[in-house]
């Protein structure tokens, strides 16, 4: 079986990352042997059943567990990896150091000052809103010319082929033009920048939550997001270019919102004061919810998306900033996509895909169907329920079997074969049943093939064309344009290739192929009532097609208030609004009943310590003595630069955080000192490289003050602590942490529950939260993974191993 350590991650290659990037965050997490209250915990509550915290080393071929004992030993191979809890993954600092330089600075920003950072604020969002519009347009109109090309000339040869003979050329050709085109979007993705892979979705979530995830919202990680996108739906694979848009948007947002491009290393100087992860974060939710009003031409829906999906912390202003961005971005798009289509200033176009205007008779709707909306709900949980078991299996596989960067191009490009192969037999064996004429609408590229002289195939328009092409015919098709055996066979079909093309190496939305499953069979439901209802007008297709849309992908998704908006939006019909509503929360109810949704199940499958709404059930019991990490390496005031190098330069317990005490009191039991402040490690890392020694101060040697500039100049790539060279000399000299330190530092005493350290830890964004004993002395502290590593199954409260992955 092959080494689990080597499982696809979200960030880049091991041998690429930044010393220091993918280490521990743990202060000395302690095993269960080692905590007393766990173990007590463990006798005193038989209802409770928490794994023994093991730390695992998935590196090395074995691993010796956490006491040291060499004779107890973890198997390299571990069969449930979402059980584990990743070691690699660095948190986010939400909450602001208000040291002494945090705390002058803000003291000197005048009241106009104030006025000027909120204009930088919505000028940012406003760029945001601009940029993400303009990417929306260039991934729109280049998947068209290629996609138009693609099938003008699959359609002339096949057109040939009926004429003289050779199908399976035209197979071949096919299936070669889509296999091309689908690895160059997958060596992209596997071999410049894995985290460009999938939606992004799961990803920026986690960024909101408070995770750091490598290379995320990196200018790399954009450009290949566009050119892998590009090429995964013009390669014919069951993906849509909407869902990678909220992740592009808030690339786009990270990158504008500090005035610089690492990548690029330019710095224009533009929005310093923006340089922390506190404002970052605002504006990538901003950047998410602008990439969702570009996709779907639906602003609020991109608004409510960010809160319901995204951002973990929220403000009124914040909600009229993102919705200003969202207008821009959909604005920007509309405006563009006119030029384009040489209608200047016609905004008819206000998405990346247009679901279109349903006519007056499909919209209405009665009573009775509230019912039938509530059935078609719980289908979609059901049918979104098995894509989520059935893509979490295939995941477990691909994590254990399809690790390396060039089996993932090898699978990515079968895929794409293969969903050529299926369309074109799909086509070719269905034309003898489903022959429609061609209307006054007809579709851009017909395929005859075998039908009669002004008839076309209608297996084609779903398989023949860009999945956006495909759900709008779905929805407004007249009645009789599709036959019930054309639209089961296609969603048989299209379901499993959308299963199992989520998860490649390659960039791509889930979106539109659930809405596009949805739509096939909802249409089929609503032809089955029509046939056995005696009055069928009220039973339009195209209805029954939009409600199935929205059970498929709220079954999927679960997403609930924000969908509903965004459909109503996209659609133009605030008619649909209470039928939109009903099936979602009935399609969410009955699918979370079944397994979780799509978004959290890859979180989980990545080992990220993700901090959800609520603590977990049945924790009360436990109390922050208990899940602390300690024993806790402190700092004094008065520090030894040798001691701080030593300590930083630990790669066994590369700590980020580090309590600050009282130099005068002597440590007592678990009792290390009186609390005085907080310092950071890339605070730490910026005072000795600039080398703010007590000695240099006090002597002749010119030194200028430190001020807030310089930490926001290295910020977010700190150097790691091997770039930076101390003398022997400097060694012994003494570092003063008072002016930098937070003196503010949250803490809660031993005997506060989980939950109540939980919401602290949750609803303030922080990183740490000191634990202290009735007098104010560090006895541990508690960090996310602390936090993450307790999760309830089947019923009972389970803790999560550590592992270096």
């Not at 056995?532 to 339009?540: E, I, K, L, P």
Request: with cysteine; aromatic share 10%.
């Amino acid at each position: 079986m092959a080494n689990v350590a080597n499982k696809v991650s979200w960030s880049s290659k091991d041998d690429e990352a930044r010393p220091g990037e993918n280490t521990p965050l743990l202060n000395g997490s302690p095993s269960a042997s080692q905590s007393p209250g766990l173990s007590r915990q463990l006798s005193q509550n038989n209802f409770f059943r928490i794994d023994r915290l093991t730390t695992v080393n998935l590196d090395d071929d074995t691993a010796q567990d956490q006491d040291g004992d060499p004779s107890t030993y973890v198997s390299k191979e571990i069969t449930h990896n979402e059980n584990l809890l990743s070691l690699k993954y660095e948190s986010l600092d939400y909450d602001n150091s208000e040291n002494q330089l945090f705390m002058e600075e803000e003291r000197r920003i005048s009241k106009i000052g104030v006025h000027v950072l909120e204009i930088k604020r919505w000028v940012v969002c406003g760029f945001i809103g601009i940029f993400t519009g303009l990417i929306a347009c260039f991934i729109d109109i280049v998947v068209e010319k290629l996609a138009d090309e693609k099938y003008k000339v699959v359609k002339e040869n096949i057109d040939k082929a009926i004429e003289g003979g050779g199908l399976s050329i035209s197979l071949v050709l096919w299936a070669s033009m889509n296999a091309g085109f689908v690895m160059i979007g997958s060596i992209l993705v596997a071999f410049v920048e894995p985290v460009a892979a999938g939606s992004g979705i799961p990803q920026i979530k986690c960024y909101l939550n408070g995770v750091k995830v490598p290379h995320v919202v990196r200018l790399k990680t954009l450009m290949v997001k566009v050119l892998g996108v590009i090429s995964s739906v013009v390669g014919g694979l069951a993906v849509g270019k909407e869902g990678p848009m909220i992740h592009s948007g808030a690339v786009i947002a990270a990158g504008i919102s500090q005035g610089r491009s690492s990548t690029l290393k330019r710095d224009f100087k533009i929005f310093e004061y923006f340089r922390r992860d506190t404002e970052k974060r605002d504006f990538v939710s901003a950047g998410a919810a602008a990439g969702v009003s570009a996709a779907f031409g639906a602003p609020v829906g991109g608004v409510l998306f960010s809160l319901e999906e995204g951002a973990s912390f929220w403000n009124q202003m914040l909600t009229w900033r993102i919705f200003f961005a969202s207008m821009i971005s959909t604005f920007t798009l509309n405006f563009v996509l006119s030029i384009y289509h040489r209608k200047p200033g016609d905004l008819s176009n206000p998405g990346l895909i247009n679901f279109g205007r349903f006519q007056s008779e499909a919209v209405q709707y009665n009573w009775y169907e509230i019912p039938i909306f509530i059935i078609v709900g719980a289908i979609g949980g059901i049918l979104g329920a098995l894509f989520n078991r059935l893509n979490y299996c295939l995941t477990m596989f691909r994590i254990r079997y399809v690790h390396r960067p060039c089996l993932q191009v090898i699978e990515a490009v079968l895929v794409g074969a293969v969903t050529a192969t299926v369309s074109f037999i799909m086509i070719y064996a269905i034309y003898t049943y489903d022959c429609q004429p061609v209307g006054e609408d007809p579709i851009k590229y017909p395929l005859q093939l075998f039908c009669p002289d002004g008839e076309y195939n209608a297996m084609a328009t779903a398989f023949f064309n860009t999945p956006e092409k495909s759900v709008q015919s779905l929805f407004h098709d007249s009645p009789g344009s599709y036959n019930p055996l054309t639209l089961g066979l296609f969603t048989l079909s299209y379901f499993f290739l959308a299963c199992w093309t989520y998860g490649l190496a390659v960039s791509s939305g889930i979106f539109i192929p659930s809405l596009l499953i949805g739509a096939a069979w909802g249409r089929l439901f609503g032809i089955f009532l029509s046939n056995v209802s005696a009055v069928s007008t009220w039973a339009d297709p195209g209805k029954y097609a939009l409600m199935g849309a929205a059970a498929q992908l709220g079954g999927i998704v679960r997403m609930t208030l924000s969908l509903t908006v965004i459909i109503v939006e996209a659609t133009g019909n605030v008619t649909y609004g209470l039928p939109v509503m009903v099936v979602l929360m009935t399609a969410k109810i009955v699918g979370d009943f079944c397994i979780e949704g799509l978004y959290d199940i890859h979180i989980k499958l990545q080992s990220v310590p993700f901090l959800g709404w609520e603590p977990p059930e049945k924790s009360h019991a436990l109390t922050a003595r208990e899940v602390m990490s300690y024993p806790v390496t402190c700092f004094k005031k008065l520090e030894k630069v040798g001691r701080i190098v030593d300590i930083l330069s630990d790669t066994s317990a590369n700590h980020n955080g580090f309590p600050v005490v009282d130099e005068n009191h002597e440590p007592d039991g678990d009792n290390v000192g009186r609390l005085c402040g907080l310092i950071l490690r890339s605070q730490l890392i910026v005072l000795l490289k600039h080398k703010v020694f007590v000695e240099r101060a006090s002597s002749n040697l010119a030194q200028k003050k430190l001020q807030l500039k310089d930490f926001r100049d290295a910020y977010p790539r700190f150097p790691p602590i091997q770039s930076i060279h101390v003398s022997q000399d400097e060694r012994n000299c003494t570092m003063d942490l008072t002016e930098f330190m937070n003196p503010t530092p949250y803490s809660v005493p031993g005997e506060a529950s989980l939950p109540r350290v939980f919401r602290l830890f949750r609803a303030l964004g922080l990183r740490h939260v000191v634990i202290c004993d009735g007098s104010n002395g560090v006895i541990g502290i508690v960090t996310r993974k602390d936090l993450a590593r307790y999760r309830l199954h089947k019923g009972q409260l389970e803790e999560l191993e550590m592992a270096h992955t």
